[in-house]
């Protein structure tokens, strides 16, 4: 059994809850290395290669890129997923394959907040049974097409008992090269609204490659594209979304230090036509991070973070439409 718990407070609120519960099964590997394993619960599809050390924290940077920090807000799969792997060490190769099928509900939403707030970078998970506050546009005001939208969204929410789909592949050549494939589908019903929450049909692909340039120097890059659409009141669609992110890290580590610099690019193209929504976005960012090993257990990091976007929808709530967001951090990690 697998859980993870996360708590947060600021001015505004106080949280805690969990951000994954599952239970996974991993089988002994035939002599000529195929193996099976499963998962079921509540889990994190497989798509970041920066969120691989504890509770699917970064060990890299203190913010995620954009692309997981959307999937650590928006994305969670609940049900079952199956794995086949091939080792190449039990035939003498060079060369690892595994293929990942997922099965899952509860994310009929996902796309809302991208779609309203935009690429984001940021740390935080969003928990099991947490409600992410909306910004006001003119399109929620009374008699326009998106007033029965709920003040808040449920991101893990099950309106039209579809399954959705994900795939996943991967290859591994000894320590040197990791690179995964994947395509995520929620294959969700448009023509369902129930207590202010639309489903939202979310589909996209999406690359990862970690390459070793040299001793103890890696490079990690992410690409993700798909689209996000739902539907008004009175039918057809009301908002249609394109999406893009990518990032690519250059990160060095020796004896106790460890520095990565992020640079990444972002965009939506808003393709429908509704009055008082306009999703459209596109910037970029660049995130160093320094990080200093005390003990093996406890870290401490600091980052710098620079992230320009260009988002008309700032406009509604009277905040720039071009914006050059700059922030500094430090941190203490102690991870047990």
């Not at 928006?74 to 060490?89: A, F, P, T």
């Not at 007033?147 to 789909?165: C, I, M, N």
């Not at 049909?201 to 990690?220: C, D, M, V």
């Amino acid at each position: 059994m697998h859980l993870v718990a996360n708590a947060f407070s600021n001015k505004n609120e106080n949280n805690i809850g969990l951000s994954e519960a599952f239970v996974r099964y991993k089988g002994l590997p035939h002599k000529t290395g195929w193996r099976i394993q499963s998962k079921v619960g509540f889990f994190y599809p497989n798509i970041s290669l920066e969120n691989n050390a504890t509770a699917w924290s970064n060990p890299y940077t203190l913010n995620n890129s954009t692309v997981n920090t959307w999937v650590s807000e928006e994305l969670r799969h609940s049900g079952l997923q199956i794995s086949v792997d091939k080792l190449g060490k039990f035939t003498h190769s060079k060369h690892d394959f595994s293929l990942d099928l997922t099965f899952f509900k509860n994310n009929d939403t996902a796309g809302a907040m991208l779609a309203w707030h935009g690429w984001i970078s940021a740390s935080r998970q969003s928990l099991f049974q947490e409600k992410l506050k909306l910004q006001n546009f003119p399109a929620r005001q009374p008699g326009r097409d998106l007033a029965k939208q709920a003040v808040y969204s449920d991101p893990f929410l099950e309106l039209d008992h579809r399954w959705g789909t994900h795939l996943v592949t991967h290859w591994r050549y000894q320590n040197k090269v990791k690179i995964n494939l994947g395509y995520y589908d929620n294959n969700a019903n448009t023509k369902i609204v129930a207590n202010g929450q639309y489903t939202w049909s979310t589909q996209f692909s999406h690359a990862g490659i970690k390459i070793k340039l040299a001793r103890k120097t890696e490079l990690i890059s992410q690409y993700m594209q798909g689209s996000t659409a739902m539907q008004g009141k009175y039918g057809g669609l009301v908002v249609k979304n394109n999406f893009t992110s990518a990032f690519v890290m250059l990160r060095k580590y020796w004896q106790q230090q460890h520095i990565a610099l992020r640079l990444e690019e972002f965009s939506v193209d808003d393709i429908d036509t509704t009055w008082g929504d306009n999703n459209q976005e596109n910037g970029n960012g660049l995130t160093l991070s320094y990080r200093y090993r005390l003990s093996k257990h406890s870290f401490v990091q600091t980052e710098y973070n620079w992230l320009q976007s260009n988002r008309p929808a700032r406009g509604y709530v009277d905040q720039d439409i071009s914006l050059i967001e700059r922030q500094l951090q430090l941190a203490l990690r102690y991870y047990f």
